[in-house]
């Protein structure tokens, strides 16, 4: 019996997350699932070669043009109530999407009713981009891979986590953001978490602090993202691990085009897929300095964000330029970094005025003090620059105690 091909389109972000991941767990061995947010991304999947068995769509998404075929199975999700858009469309409780709505709807496609697979196996989501193919029975398991060749791949033990996915961003060059950022990560992994340091950045330093002298590198999974590929599947491919925390990471693309031409889009199917695989507790996203579009998405996507500054008067000027900028402009883009944001400012010498300590970014000031480390940027090596002790090893403890419990 082929699987059902069903749409979630509601603007509320949260909302479609959380219907997606209930599918994903339950029900993927019977549906794929597309979701979307926004109405023009929606509407050029659907006039696309796209078949839709099932589009549940929230009534500030619908249309009467949609272009959709008469075969297609539309409700409206409401809140308990029919809507006034759609006269004669069915409707469902947004919130009744659960197992007794699945069962109904594939009955209704099809005799029986559907039964629960434990195990999830695809996760199709954002833009109707494939995310996560999982198999999490312990075992090697074989995927396709862009080149349509089959490669095997060896899968982690199996963990069923909800993974947290921390930002890390500062407006400024040399503020030492990444180098936070590894220490973050190392740091988490002495713990006992599993952890992923995932650098965005277009020029990457991540050659100074782990092993990069493999083959199989990040360009491999942005070909991956642009193709709808399987994007989980590919990112157990190509992840290293560093033999002395166990952070995992990725080589840093061939060419840096690769990077730029990544898009908002894509950055969400990254994210998800990192989520739907549930085996990372923490996910250290090292962001470049732009605020673009991309940039935007990452913050939006994060569960948590930490915006890094260093102790001087750039910092000051800059941050006050990006907290104007939030204010103004990202609003639009449904930007919405309340209850998420922390303010670190890194390079702390108490001797020296407090440029910064003043600065105020979406109702958020200076909470965390990173000290200044003499020498730090002369180090190399994971060894000496991702495991420092004393008052910067504190600081960095500090700041991850606020997002994970350790």
């Known amino acids: 019996m082929r699987r059902l091909n069903l749409v979630i389109a509601d603007t509320d972000e949260g909302y479609v997350r959380n219907v997606v991941n209930h599918l994903m767990t339950n029900y993927l061995d019977k549906l794929r699932v597309s979701s979307f947010t926004r109405r023009e991304l929606l509407y050029d999947f659907l006039s696309g070669l796209n078949k839709v068995d099932v589009l549940l769509i929230s009534p500030d998404m619908y249309s009467k043009d949609l272009p959709i075929d008469s075969d297609t199975k539309v409700f409206l999700l409401t809140k308990g109530e029919p809507s006034s858009k759609g006269a004669g469309i069915d409707y469902v409780d947004k919130h009744q999407v659960g197992d007794e709505f699945v069962n109904k709807l594939v009955g209704m496609f099809f005799e029986g009713e559907v039964e629960k697979k434990e195990e999830p196996v695809v996760m199709e989501s954002i833009a109707g981009k494939n995310v996560a193919d999982e ?55 002495k713990k006992g978490l599993e952890v992923f340091y995932l650098n965005l950045e277009n020029f990457q330093s991540t050659p100074l602090y782990f092993n990069c002298k493999k083959e199989r590198n990040l360009s491999e999974l942005l070909r991956c993202l642009k193709q709808g590929r399987n994007v989980a599947a590919k990112i157990r491919q190509i992840k290293q691990k560093d033999a002395d925390y166990g952070v995992h990471y990725f080589v840093p693309p061939e060419n840096v085009v690769d990077l730029k031409e990544m898009d908002s889009d894509e950055i969400n199917v990254l994210i998800n897929a990192f989520r739907s695989m549930r085996f990372y507790d923490i996910v250290i996203v090292d962001m470049s300095s732009e605020l673009d579009d991309k940039n935007i998405a990452l913050l939006n996507s994060a569960d948590e964000v930490i915006m890094v500054l260093a102790q001087d008067a750039v910092s000051n000027v800059k941050a006050e330029y990006v907290s104007e900028q939030l204010e103004k402009h990202l609003a639009g883009h449904g930007l919405n970094l309340s209850g998420k944001l922390t303010v670190a400012l890194n390079k702390y010498n108490f001797h020296m005025a407090l440029e910064v300590d003043t600065v105020c970014i979406d109702g958020e000031v200076v909470s965390v003090y990173l000290p200044f480390v003499p020498g730090m940027t002369a180090v190399k090596g994971i060894a000496q620059m991702a495991d420092i002790q004393g008052d910067f090893g504190a600081g960095i403890e500090e700041l991850m105690g606020k997002y994970i419990k350790l």
């Open 135 to 189: 198999d999490n029975t312990g075992e090697d398991i074989t995927v396709e891979d862009i080149s349509g060749e089959d490669t095997v791949v060896e899968e982690e033990p199996f963990r069923d986590v909800e993974t947290k996915v921390v930002a890390i961003y500062s407006p400024i060059g040399g503020s030492g953001k990444t180098t936070v950022a590894v220490n973050s990560a190392v740091h988490c992994a």
